[in-house]
């Protein structure tokens, strides 16, 4: 059984900047593969920042120069730092991992969302 929590989403002026946190826990061995997604209304659900032990990191273009993904191994955790807030960064942001338990097994998981609005 694996969460994952999420935080430090809110609101933001545009220019301004949030951290985003994602936390797993429970009967984790390890994780390797993590990241965020998000989603705004009528729009489809984009891949905006993955982290990996192999591939290093990788940005979608609208976000690139300006979100900065990092994880702590140790403490399972992501983060996503975001700078230089567009009103078109608006959306729940959702983080996941790719997780490897403690019975072996390897899964996705998925956090809550937290809501990012960029707005004057």
């Known amino acids: 059984q694996v969460q994952l929590v999420e935080s430090g989403g809110g609101l933001v002026q545009p220019g301004g900047s949030l951290r985003l946190s994602c936390a797993a826990s429970g009967s984790i061995f390890s994780t390797n593969n993590m990241g965020w997604h998000r989603q705004a209304p009528g729009k489809q659900r984009e891949l905006v920042a993955a982290?990996?032990?192999?591939?290093?990191?990788n940005y979608a273009d609208s976000v690139k120069g300006r979100f900065t993904i990092s994880r702590d191994n140790a403490k399972n955790t992501v983060y996503l730092q975001m700078n230089n807030l567009k009103p078109e960064d608006t959306a729940v942001y959702y983080c996941?991992?790719?997780?490897?338990?403690?019975?072996?097994?390897?899964?996705?998981?998925w956090g809550q969302g937290t809501q990012v609005t960029v707005s004057s």
């Open positions: 982290i990996s032990s192999d591939r290093g990191t």
């Open positions: 996941y991992a790719l997780v490897v338990t403690t019975t072996q097994s390897m899964r996705y998981y």
